[in-house]
């Protein structure tokens, strides 16, 4: 039956129409299983009921048949998500004779669900006349089929094929920008593709070679008229990408790497391609979500170059009036060529949230969704709206929706506004406790004074950058001076500067690591101790880099047992005796670990004379204590930042710091989080560190909540078996105080 089944699903998945699909689904099947009736039931969620959409064997009246979630024995293989497989139908409780079906009643009965993710689309059932019970065999073929078939019905409704409700044509992408906009598609198609260059060879090297040195200038120069454009309207955080960009084209190792392939013989564009699909891989294969997610960012770089090697005087298409830009790949360079004033929102066919451009985004304040999967063509023009929280992209919507949406724009600009008010104070409950809020750092500091009044610090620098970036080690003098302006960014404020947590799966360039699980491999404080002439080089640099601020705290990255720590605090206390013996303004520096690896947990108690401070990473530490990627796509659900574990993970670690008199703080993304920023401060922690764009939402809502009411959460929380029981209850709190439009159905 194998041959059979994979002959149906090939056939099944070689046509665009949903009825003449499904149509040779059900004769195909019948085929098959020797039975005489095959139908296919899809799932219209709206109206709460089952559209028989084919079947081979049935007659019925009319033009349609309907049967609602809560009828027959149809509708009880939807509800439970479960084959049943009955000899007499007739004779179960659940049973329903359908008169419009025809006047035969058959007997023997298989039903299985189409399921896709957890979401039952649809039911697939065969039938025969006389008592069947279908054999092991047979119940096995139907459920592979069903549920190879759910991948394609799936992705064919994605696209907008399949859809069986007719009240709103929705589209689910990646939420990257919060925010509601409503307005006409424009979709824009005159950006060069840096896949679609095919192989072709140069007839003249020294020709290429000009080729692309004059896109490269052509290419720098744009980057800086970006720049200077947006330096007023955006924190420097943001714009560091186009500080990236332009260090990646002043690297000499990317200009070798560009010219040794056209000295191969191969033509400028079909050389860009390759080198630039070869730098954004070594970013693509690391597990960190935010390094991962550069590759993008040197794919932008390397569409951009494109751009200007095709045409530098291509016509700019002009925008009249605000629009929904829909695009393949949405980049900062595209952000930053429109007019803010012209771009409501952004839809983008490719892309993750966290990309370089969906940051960008969020800085402008733009609504985003990314990883949309439609034919941009048809959107084009059409009026529509993007919910920036849920990600949903709604299409020609009612007049019902429209009011609603509409009102929650409203909303939004209303709370904008509402949450900037106060955002520079210091940020405490409403009855007084005082919470530390600190800014996590990605490319550079952010020296806008505007946040840095705003913060009480920086809770996490990401070091690694400048290592990824190069095409060597970067000397201890090229650490110290940037180190020395980020310190200098925040002279009267504490840093907290984490050690080069690279390796395994954020392998450099020039020290590429092959390894079978990343995750589990070499990396972090393992990397760094392996390699004690980079430890202590980057050591020295931060403690030179500190000499006038003194506001330098070290923070070692995936330690997991005490060993560890004790040979980095060795190196820590080498490098002080060296450079104090050069510099006596010297001051030793707090040192802190990571918890991130469940190990530490259990050895916080051990280690408490050894460290100054812990900080949470809740990334990894949920993903370590679920052993769950979050970032792949057939697990991503089970990743669940609420998870009743992780919940009592962070409760264990805040109870042993306070018994231990350790200072702690939360550097993960739900710290940041709205919901999550409020069930942290209730868990006891009164440190968050978060990105730039959360920041005043977070002190708004900290400043009308009350502590006792955030514990009392905290305190059910802790006791609740689901996580989604606890989003929940957190969601409802929200509702009551006011606070729903911090977030949106769909958001978690």
């Known amino acids: 039956m194998l041959s059979q089944l994979r002959e149906i699903v090939e056939q099944v998945s070689k046509v665009d129409d949903v ?44 033009d349609k048949i309907h049967i609602r979630f809560d ?33 035969e009643v058959f007997q023997g009965f298989l039903g299985t669900p189409i399921i896709h993710r957890k979401k039952v689309l649809g039911v697939l059932v065969v039938q025969q006349k006389t008592p069947r019970l279908f054999d092991e065999m047979e119940e096995s073929f139907l459920v592979t089929l069903a549920a190879q078939i759910a991948v394609i019905i799936a992705h064919a409704q994605t696209q907008g094929h399949w859809n069986i409700s007719k009240k709103q044509h929705s589209i689910v992408g990646i939420p990257a920008s919060s925010g509601v906009s409503i307005g006409h598609f424009w979709w824009d198609d005159t950006h060069p593709d840096l896949s679609s260059v095919s192989p072709a060879s140069a007839l003249d090297i020294d020709k290429e070679q000009e080729w692309l040195l004059v896109a490269i200038e052509e290419a720098l120069n744009d980057f800086r008229r970006m720049r200077k454009k947006l330096d007023r309207e955006i924190n420097k955080d943001a714009l560091a990408i186009f500080d990236l960009f332009t260090h990646l084209l002043n690297d000499p190792m990317l200009r070798s790497d560009l010219k040794a392939q056209i000295q191969k013989g191969d033509r400028a564009d079909w050389a860009l391609r390759q ?7 070594r970013f693509a294969r690391m597990s960190d979500s935010y390094l991962r997610e550069r590759a993008q960012d040197v794919r932008e770089l390397g569409q951009r170059l494109l751009f200007f090697l095709y045409n530098t005087e291509t016509e700019q298409r002009s925008i009249e009036s605000p629009v929904i830009l829909v695009v393949r790949e949405l980049t900062a360079s595209i952000l930053a060529s429109i007019p803010k004033d012209k771009l409501l929102a952004v839809v983008s066919l490719e892309g993750a ?6 940051i960008l985004s969020r800085a ?3 609504p985003a969704v990314m990883g949309v999967s439609i034919n941009p063509s048809k959107l084009n023009g059409k009026l529509g ?26 909303e939004e600009r209303e709370l904008s506004l509402m949450v900037d008010k106060g955002s520079k104070e210091p940020a405490h409950t409403k009855d007084g406790k005082r919470i530390e809020v600190l800014l996590n750092a990605g490319l550079s500091a952010d020296t806008n004074i505007a946040i840095n009044q705003g913060v009480d610090g920086v809770g996490l620098y990401r070091t690694e950058i400048s290592f990824l970036l190069q095409h060597r080690f970067p000397s201890e003098e090229e650490q110290m001076h940037q ?21 395994g799966d954020k392998a450099l360039p020039y020290l590429p690591i092959e390894e079978d699980n990343p995750f589990l491999g070499w990396r972090g404080i393992r990397f760094t101790l392996d390699h004690p002439d980079i430890f202590l080089i980057q050591i020295r640099a931060m403690l030179r880099a500190s000499s006038k601020h003194k506001n330098l705290s070290i923070l070692l990255p995936m330690v997991s047992s005490v060993q560890e720590l004790d040979d980095a605090i060795d190196f820590i206390n080498q490098a002080y005796e060296e450079v104090s013996l050069v510099d006596e303004d010297i001051q030793r520096p707090q040192i802190g670990v990571m918890v991130e690896v469940p190990s530490m947990l259990y050895l916080l108690p051990l280690v408490a004379d050894r460290i100054d401070f812990v900080s949470v990473g809740t990334n990894d530490l949920t993903q370590y204590l679920l052993a769950v990627d979050r970032n792949n796509a057939r697990v991503s659900e089970v990743y669940e930042s609420m998870h009743p574990a992780v919940v009592n993970a962070l409760k264990q670690i805040e109870q042993t710091c306070a018994q231990l008199n350790i200072p702690v703080c939360v550097c993960g993304e739900l710290a940041g989080d709205p919901i999550g920023a409020l069930l942290l401060v209730g868990l006891g922690y009164d440190t968050l560190s978060m990105n730039t764009s959360n920041v005043a939402k977070v002190k708004y809502l900290l400043r009308h909540s009350d502590s006792d009411d955030l514990k009392a959460l905290a305190d059910k929380a802790l006791i609740m078996p689901y996580g989604d029981a606890i989003y929940t209850m957190m969601a409802d709190y929200f509702e009551q105080k006011g606070f729903a439009g911090f977030i949106r159905a769909g958001k978690r």
Do not use: W
């Not at 993007?386 to 409203?410: F, H």
């Open 364 to 366: 402008l304040g733009i």
């Open 353 to 358: 949230a966290n990309s370089h451009a969906a």
């Open 19 to 62: 009825h003449q699909a499904l149509s040779i689904l059900v004769k195909q099947t019948c085929s098959a299983m020797n039975t005489e009736c095959c139908t296919v039931y899809l799932a219209n969620e709206d109206a709460s009921r089952l559209e028989l959409m084919a079947t081979q064997g049935l007659k019925f009246e009319g």
């Open 483 to 503: 180190y020395a302006t980020v310190l200098g960014s925040y002279p009267d404020k504490r840093v907290v500067m984490r050690t080069l947590d690279v390796g």
């Open 71 to 103: 009828e027959g024995l149809v509708g009880l293989v939807k509800r439970s998500a479960e084959p049943i497989n009955v000899a007499e139908a007739s004779k179960h409780s659940n049973f329903k004779y359908f008169p419009e079906l025809g006047e």
């Open 385 to 410: 709206i993007v919910d920036g929280y849920s990600g949903k992209v709604l299409v020609s919507p009612t007049a019902q929706l429209l009011r609603v949406y509409r009102s929650l724009a409203n």
């Open 275 to 281: 080198v630039v699909e070869a730098y954004s891989s």
